[in-house]
């Protein structure tokens, strides 16, 4: 069995706990939580320590905290020469302390609390220092996830800046459609069944083949009268750059 250990309580580590209690061939012997109360729901309270001197040993330690933590957490732990992963998609694996083998372990996955995931769909993306190392993170990765992918700290940063554009600004984009809803009393929930069709289409075909709207076909009768319906300056801009965007984009093909 594969002794693994989590620091942290936030939205990843508790993910993080909930599918390593499911995996075949590792052991959760500990997790650490400033406030055990924040884990106490999801694992035994003997297993839940508040102080860093009573961290018990294992193979892997996943440090999941905030990014502006990670290197003062890496620096706590009270030991050397163990395997100590982060869960960032941003921090390079420098930046973990240097008293211990640095790794990442980082699930490219829009997680929260309150939403069950299926964690085997999740990717995951590893790194280490070694062979060793490496084999040893494939194989914890390849315990909770069927998506397992070695990809170095600059690849990550870039796929970290192209998931804030799928993911959270998308997302932003559904609560200015929301708004623009609210505004004209017309249910959100009309909106849905594109939202999805929008999301299986870029799974058969690439984001630009699956692009469609007034600004693919230079409609700017079209564009002039969604910018006239839009009041908040801000929706005017972040229309007007997107589309612009799109236009641009086709006039580069």
Known sequence: MIKVVIIGSGNVAQHLILAFQKATGIELVQAFARNKNNLSNLIDEDKITSDYNH??????????????????????????????????????????????????????????????????EVPLCIEAQNEADLKLLTEVAKSISNKVFEVNSE?????????????????????????????????????????????????VLSPNDAQTGPAKRKDTTTINKHLAILTNENQQEIYKILTKSIIDNGKKL
């Not at 290197?71 to 100590?84: E, M, Q």
């Not at 302390?97 to 939403?115: D, I």
């Not at 997302?171 to 069709?197: A, Q």
Request: charge should be positive.
């Open 155 to 203: 690849q990550r940063k870039s796929l970290h800046v192209a998931a804030v554009f799928v993911s959270n600004f998308v997302n932003h984009l559904y609560k200015i459609g929301s708004d623009i809803c609210t505004e004209h009393n017309v249910p959100f929930e009309i909106l849905k069944p594109l939202i999805l069709e929008t999301a299986k289409k870029v799974q």
């Open 55 to 120: 961290l018990k040993e294992a193979d892997l330690y996943i440090i999941s905290v905030s990014d502006d933590a990670l290197n003062n957490v890496s620096h706590l732990l009270p030991f050397n020469n163990k395997l100590v992963a982060h869960t960032s998609g941003s921090v390079a694996i420098d930046e973990l302390g240097n008293t211990n083998r640095k790794a990442v372990f980082y699930p490219l996955q829009t997680l929260s609390k309150k939403k069950e995931i299926n964690f085997k």
